[in-house]
């Protein structure tokens, strides 16, 4: 999941506060000389049709163009063509492979691979996992997934591990690289479904490449970072001996960097599961399509029957990466050979005797169906728990209150507000805490988002925004809080944080979708529950390490534990609020869009529309502004120092 | 900078996968599922639409081949439009029920021959705009378009702002309601609930507290047994008066619904192909099993399995 740079605490200058209201004059001053022309020229309220750029028949065109030509444009025949093949021929080996090997032996070489890596609890856990996807009727949806996963997963870290070398060693290149990559990073996982699409048409191959574009780019950061990280001294010390470039890059700094390259696979494989699962919308088949399907008709049951298996393959994957991640500062052991040779034959003895029983497929008798006592249960909570429940009201009611008193006032008043305020206001935020430039590309992406033709729907999507990121923040530190003040509320906290960081995001709209119905209220909840195990982490982190001295200090002169927080923890890990804030804006914009499908609205069902409709032009208009919104919400929320920190 | 990185997993997987096949012509357009056929099981991909009645369809033909033929079946969500554009590529094989779709028919069936018509469903489709039967019986003149406006008002929700709210399903429907309201001066606002799911817990939900509503619907549909609803005529359908999507005011057409195969696979999908073809049953037969999945919650499978086995003369027939 997204990384979290936990910055040093540095105390506020007062400097800082001053330097924020020559800002903010100086851009009441622009303000000033500027929105009186633009009022005259155009009229308030919102944005100007005269400034909007109709693109719907360019696109339209363009994607015709690509319908018609699709099978005889040399472009297609001899490059995309190929591509597209290459995918399909890779996804259909891995997948054969998976079947040949039957249930046993997927399970067994999978139990077994956890084992060498990481001990046998994990393998233990492994196997259990696999074993409970095939209890649940899941094992071939299973294994679609996870041979497009390899597949993905292979492709994202050869191509991620080629741009972070580039990067790692040409400082111009890193220089490119860098805002690009860090900007990829927040984006919804949504947006990068229609370019593929338009070029490649609903299937397998798109729902590959729309993976990697996705689950590349911390891969390449990391490896970057890693090697720029590599110890001076060392590297002195092997030049020095008279390596050559190519040496000293394969003997010293990629062992070296051997930590970030690990923890990028381990990222890598978070992602690629997380886009596998939402390109289900693309065609991608699996799990996420059993999802997908089952939202389509509200069945709660089935959703859960193919949403715990992704659940439990994130789980493994993430702890099986990384324990590995974690063995390789220890030393390597002596013979380590051999028990890899162990696991393989193993793995392909119980392979064979699978085969040999006849035994390949998951045994249809061998099934749980908890489709049925989940939807009774649903049914039951829908009765009883959904409206006219006496005093708290039902959730259903609460949805409704949400709706009415948030959501509706939010919405209109953002759509009320003049356009140039709108702006005024995203540059003002950015400016104070940031830079002019990331004031400057904040306003521009708004603005772009007006002359895509789609201010309102975009505002829509952004009052659903706010009001998921200022509950995330109401909870997440008043969690954070309490976990940085008691070590048993921690301990206790934290297994549940780690399983709930490793979700995809898809799965969250399936317990909202069976407790508040279908609309903006349950895309919000969606929205927060993803977000809140980040604002929770970040928060503890920030608080426990304030200066044990300042808060003792303060102890000392008698603060109360109210004021010691308000006074001294607070303002010291503001750095590390900042950065809660930011994640959260970015991981809650996410999950509001991929509430689309679940009735919320705006931006995401656009997406959702020119999907289902083919028509591709609204879908590609509403990704675009999807875009423009993530990078508005990530510099309007992006502290100076995020972004002057080199190398780091 | 994102076309970079993808360029460059385009040439490392072009040029690795050129240096396999060599430099031959590579028609993405004839590329099946990477998951059919695996271990040599003969397989078919069925494309499955949101609606439940698709879903009977696709469930029955399922059962059949698998369970008459000894085929393996893979199911794909897609709706309509875009599985217009993976039947024509063979990424699926079949489109079991099909509400119209003019364009499409002329670029892939006349233009491009990669799809071919299936015949007959045996289901007329039709949709329209339906008041539930309760406030028709207490408003008789509700069912006139003219009317309508009178009565929004009463039709007025949180999501419709100051106009009445005129609910529409799924993204994914064929539907001109808004160039209909525009078109026909009307005080309403159309509200999609996003999927049909959705559309249906609302409307059933209005009929526990006996709410007026107007809703865009369709026939055959199973919730009529449960919401009796009486539709509301609009100016009368003729030949041709929705050629221009913006232009439209009048009602829609009854659709005999269409099956479509992939052309390859028409000619030598064998067996599976046949029955798809032959597979025809009447309105009665799909509401019986929509039903079934719909309200019962039963699994399609069980479904179709409990109609399969109650109406062996129907389905023997396709098999020949």
């Known amino acids: 999941m997204a990384t979290i740079t936990a910055t040093a605490p540095r105390t506020v200058p007062g400097v800082l506060k001053h330097r924020a209201a020559h800002k903010l004059l100086l851009l009441a001053v622009v303000a000033a000389v500027l929105v009186p022309l633009a009022d005259a020229r155009w009229a308030s309220g919102t944005w100007p049709d005269a400034l909007t750029v109709d693109l719907t028949d360019p696109l339209t065109r363009t994607s015709d163009w690509i319908i018609d030509n699709r099978d005889s444009h040399p472009l297609f025949l001899y490059f995309f063509g190929h591509i597209s093949n290459a995918v399909v021929l890779c996804v259909r080996a891995v997948y054969l ?22 001990g046998l609890r994990l393998a233990a856990g ?75 048409g609903i299937g397998v191959p798109a729902a590959v490449l729309a993976t990697v574009v996705y689950a590349a780019p911390p891969m390449a950061r990391l490896t970057a970072l890693g090697l720029r990280g590599a110890d001076k001294e060392v590297l002195e010390a092997v030049e020095s001996l008279g390596a050559t470039a190519r040496q000293r890059l394969l003997t010293a700094r990629i062992p070296l960097a051997r930590k970030e390259l690990l923890l990028g696979l381990n990222q890598t494989i978070m992602m690629a599961l997380s886009m596998a699962v939402i390109a289900s919308v693309i065609g991608a088949g699996g799990l996420g399509d059993r999802v997908y399907q089952a939202l389509a008709s509200v069945d709660v049951g089935a959703a859960l029957a193919a949403g715990i298996p992704i659940v439990l393959l994130a789980v493994v994957l993430d702890r099986v990466t990384g324990a590995a991640g974690e063995a390789l500062g220890d030393e390597p052991q002596p013979n380590g050979r051999a028990p890899w040779v162990f696991a393989l034959v193993a793995a392909v003895a119980v392979a064979v005797a699978g085969r040999l029983v006849g035994r390949l497929d998951w045994p249809e008798t061998w099934a749980l169906n908890i489709a049925e006592p989940v939807n009774r249960a649903v049914d039951w909570m829908t009765d009883h728990l959904y409206s006219g429940v006496p005093v708290i009201g039902g959730t259903a009611d609460w949805a409704a209150h949400f709706t009415t008193w948030v959501l ?147 102890r000392s002169l008698g603060a109360t534990p109210a004021q010691q927080l308000r006074q001294v923890q607070l303002p010291l890990a503001r750095r590390a609020l900042l950065l809660a804030v930011n994640q959260g804006v970015v991981l809650v914009l996410a999950v509001v869009i991929i509430g689309g499908l679940v009735g919320g609205g705006a931006l995401g069902y656009d997406v959702v529309f020119g999907l289902a409709q083919g028509d591709l032009a609204t879908g590609l208009v509403a990704g675009a502004a999807i875009v423009c919104l993530g990078l508005m919400l990530d510099r309007v929320t992006q502290p100076t120092e995020r972004r002057t920190k080199k190398g780091a | 900078m994102r076309i970079r990185i993808r360029t460059t997993a385009l040439v ?34 069925l494309s499955v639409q949101s609606w439940v009645g698709a879903q009977a369809n696709v469930a029955v033909a399922q059962y059949l081949l698998e369970k008459e033929l000894g085929y393996r079946v893979d199911t794909v969500q897609i709706d309509e439009v875009p599985a217009w554009d993976a039947l024509s590529q063979g990424r699926v094989d079949a489109l079991l029920e099909d509400w119209g779709h003019p364009e499409e028919e002329q670029r892939y069936v006349k233009d491009k021959k990669t799809i071919v018509n299936g015949g007959d469903l045996g289901v007329t489709g039709h949709i329209g705009w339906y008041v539930p039967t309760y406030f028709a019986k207490e408003h008789p003149d509700v069912t006139d378009w003219k009317n309508l406006n009178k009565y929004a008002e009463q039709m007025r929700t949180a999501e419709s702002g100051g106009k009445g709210q005129l609910m529409d399903g799924s993204p994914s429907y064929v539907t001109n309601d808004k160039a209909l309201v525009e078109n026909l001066d009307l005080d309403y606002q159309v509200v999609f609930a996003g ?54 005011a009048c009602a829609y057409p009854h659709t005999p619904l269409q099956k479509y195969l992939n052309a ?28 079934m999945i719909a309200e019962q919650k039963m699994a399609p499978e069980e479904a179709a399995k409990k109609w399969v086995d109650s109406h062996e003369s129907t389905w023997k027939a396709w098999l020949s």
Do not use: H
């Not at chain 1, 909840?525 to 200090?553: C, F, H, K, N, W």
């Not at chain 2, 526990?208 to 369709?218: A, G, I, N, V």
């Not at chain 2, 028409?266 to 309105?283: Q, R, S």
């Open chain 2, 264 to 291: 390859d696979f028409a000619k030598d999908g064998g067996e599976a192909a046949a029955l798809l073809k032959n597979f025809k049953w009447t309105t009665e037969d799909q509401n019986e099993v929509s039903l």
């Open chain 1, 126 to 200: 492994t196997g259990v996992a696999f074993l409970a996807c095939g209890f649940l009727g899941m094992w071939i949806p299973t294994m679609q997934t996870l041979a497009l996963m390899v597949v993905a997963v292979l492709a994202s870290v050869v191509v991620g591990a080629l741009l972070g070398l580039a990067a790692g060693l040409s400082d111009r290149m890193d220089r490119m690289l860098r805002p690009v990559l860090d900007t990829m990073q927040v984006l919804p996982a949504f947006a990068y479904l229609l370019p593929v699409v338009l070029v490649f």
């Open chain 1, 408 to 554: 509706d006032p939010l919405r209109d008043g953002l759509q009320w507000l003049p356009w140039w305020s709108v702006l005024l206001i995203v540059a003002a935020l950015a400016w104070t805490i940031g830079t002019w430039r990331t004031a400057l590309t904040a306003v521009l992406a708004m603005a772009a988002i007006g002359v895509l033709g789609v201010w309102n729907p975009s505002l829509d999507t952004l009052s659903q925004v706010l009001a998921a990121v200022a509950v995330t923040l109401v909870l997440g530190f008043a969690t954070g809080i309490a976990a940085a003040r008691s070590d048993r509320f921690e301990r206790l906290l934290r297994p549940v944080l780690d399983v709930f960081q490793t979700m995809p995001q898809f799965v969250y709209l399936i317990p909202v979708v069976a407790l508040f119905g279908v609309g903006r209220a349950p895309a919000v909840a969606a929205a927060v529950v993803y977000a809140l195990p980040a604002v929770v982490r970040i928060t503890t982190q920030g608080l426990r390490q304030v200066d044990p001295a300042a808060l003792e200090s303060a």
């Open chain 2, 12 to 45: 490392a997987g072009a040029s690795s996968l050129l240096l396999l096949t060599g430099c031959g012509a590579a028609d993405m357009t004839k590329q099946a599922s990477p998951f059919a056929n695996a271990q040599g099981a003969r397989t078919v991909t």
């Open chain 2, 195 to 248: 999927s049909e799911a959705a559309q249906i817990t609302q409307i059933k939900q209005f009929a526990k507290e006996q709410k007026p509503f107007l809703t865009y619907w369709y026939e055959p549909q199973w919730l009529f047994k449960k919401v009796p609803m009486t539709e509301v005529k609009l100016p009368a359908y003729k030949e041709g008066c929705d050629a221009d999507p913006e232009k439209v």
């Open chain 1, 97 to 118: 492979l998976l079947l040949a090997a039957g249930w046993a032996g997927v399970t067994a070489a999978a139990s077994l691979i956890a084992w060498r890596v990481a």
